[in-house]
């Protein structure tokens, strides 16, 4: 019975059937009612998991895409490999420079059935490319997708999973972005999937295949499923991959950034070592947000451990972008070695209004516990009492500002800070 009911309650519409069940049927009628049944497709899809000697912290790199899009080439990958180190961003622990839509030419090669790197944006193949990232100590992405055809139109790897997953792994590919356009009519999903699982569904499957096919090359990928939100893929995620896309494309404004922030904060019990909602790349860099809401861009996509992917030209930067995606403390708590689940929201006092996203988040790290305000209306004083985050009670506590590595001083029951437009307050707190 206790199998079934957590079967039925991993999905959306488990609830309802749940509760109509335990009202209708004696426990020993549900015992057939547990067996699976599976047929077709979802009875022979592989059902290998994603390695675990990569992916156990959200990633932390760069991808060309914002930067760039289809205008991509050796030279700006490289380089973004080159700024890593010269800008101190490999120091602080960006290690992938992923590639995205556009590296290939229009058509596989007839005689080996593998895509082919463009030669005229990759002179060098991408394993020219993996060879120069590699020795400066860096890892290299690439980008494939689960249809016919990239969102481009470049050639895409559904059913050509294991001939392009040995590429890949030939060529020292470390990290597969892997999208979701040009999905054939009789792979998308029409109805609730069988089991009521959405891993059984056709796009969980298209994703699967490809888990099994890189997991046949002996090497370690870090798998990410760019699958934006569709088929309830934090439900399954990591049976599957190691960071899954929970909404469509990031943009450079206030409204993307809050959206995809207040999107997350409804599934964040997904998140945890080896799995992490992405909430897609960084836009710091490419204009459109003040620079309060680059901090909070920067600030939420690491309370929330989603993987963090620069995406502008790394010469654009400025010394203050530089200072807000360097924050060793963020940082810290985005890698955290010991703790893997992320800030959730919680009630900052009685009469907190309900906002979205929400403002107030908790959470733990190896140093202690944590608070992050994130001011979605204008300039105004936050306060919360100590009482009220999870783990604290009440009593004097010391608080740290993690922006500016200062401690703020010793308070009793409550803290208040002026929190700037759209920016983000993120707070260390130990017992006094
Ligand atoms: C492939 O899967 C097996 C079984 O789960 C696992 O032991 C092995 O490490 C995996 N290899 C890779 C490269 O993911
Ligand atoms: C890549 O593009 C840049 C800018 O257009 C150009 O300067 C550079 O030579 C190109 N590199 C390659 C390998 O095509
Ligand atoms: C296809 O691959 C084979 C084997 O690597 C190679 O010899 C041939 O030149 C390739 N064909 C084209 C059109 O690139
Ligand atoms: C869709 O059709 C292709 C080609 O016939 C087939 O290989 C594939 O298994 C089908 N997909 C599903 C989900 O049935
Ligand atoms: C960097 O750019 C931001 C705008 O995105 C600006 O607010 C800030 O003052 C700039 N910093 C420096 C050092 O120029
Ligand atoms: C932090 O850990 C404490 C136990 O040490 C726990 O009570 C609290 O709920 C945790 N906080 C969060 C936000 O998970
Ligand atoms: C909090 O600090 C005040 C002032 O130092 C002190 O009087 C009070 O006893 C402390 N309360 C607790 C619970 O330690």
Redesign the pocket.
């Known amino acids: 019975m206790a199998v079934f009911l957590l079967r039925l309650f991993s999905c959306v519409l488990g609830a309802l059937v749940v509760s109509a069940i335990v009202h209708a049927s004696a426990p020993s009628a549900t015992t057939t009612a547990a067996t699976s049944t599976l047929t077709g497709i979802a009875a022979t899809a592989p059902t290998?998991?994603?390695?675990?000697?990569v992916g156990r912290l959200p990633a932390l790199g760069w991808n060309s895409w914002n930067a760039y899009g289809c205008n991509i080439n050796e030279t700006k990958v490289v380089d973004a490999a080159n700024l890593f180190v010269s800008l101190g961003l490999a120091d602080a622990g960006y290690e992938y420079v992923n590639i995205d839509d556009c590296w290939s030419l229009q058509t596989r090669n007839a005689s080996t059935g593998r895509i082919v790197p463009d030669p005229s944006k990759f002179p060098n193949g991408i394993s020219g490319v993996a060879d120069q990232v590699h020795a400066l100590g860096l890892k290299l992405g690439i980008y494939s997708d689960a249809g016919t055809n990239t969102c481009s139109g470049f050639p895409g790897s559904l059913g050509n999973e294991a001939v392009d997953a040995e590429a890949f792994a030939e060529w020292g590919v470390d990290y597969l972005k892997y999208d979701n356009c040009n999905v054939p009519g009789n792979w998308t999903d029409t109805s609730t999937p069988p089991d009521n699982d959405w891993y059984n569904s056709n796009s969980a499957i298209r994703y699967r295949q490809m888990t099994a096919a890189?997991?046949q090359?002996?090497?370690?990928v870090h798998f990410n499923l760019c699958i934006w939100g569709n088929a309830n893929v934090w439900e399954w995620g990591a049976r599957v991959g190691h960071s899954w896309r929970m909404t469509g494309d990031v943009s450079a404004s206030w409204s993307s950034i809050s959206s995809i922030i207040a999107a997350n904060a409804q599934h964040l019990d997904a998140v945890d070592f080896f799995s992490h909602n992405d909430m897609d790349m960084m836009e710091i860099g490419n204009g459109g947000l003040t620079l309060q809401e680059q901090r909070t861009h920067f600030a939420a996509w690491a309370f929330l451990k989603s993987p963090i992917l620069l995406g502008t030209d790394l010469n654009n930067l400025n010394a203050t972008q530089l200072d807000i995606i360097t924050n060793a403390e963020l940082l810290a708590f985005h890698q955290d070695p010991d703790v893997g689940t992320p800030a959730t929201p919680f009630t900052a006092t009685a009469s907190a209004p309900t906002t979205s996203p929400p403002e107030f988040y908790a959470g733990n790290s190896s140093k202690g516990t944590h608070v992050f305000i994130i001011n979605t209306g204008t300039m105004a004083a936050k306060t919360f009492e100590f009482a009220n985050v999870p783990g604290l009670g009440s009593g004097n506590f010391t608080v740290h500002d993690m922006w500016a590595g200062e401690d703020l001083g010793t308070f009793a029951d409550s803290f208040s800070i002026t929190v700037n437009t759209h920016d983000t307050a993120a707070l260390l707190i130990d017992r006094a």
Do not use: C, E, K
């Open positions: 290998i998991g994603p390695s675990q000697q890189l997991n090359t002996g090497q370690p």
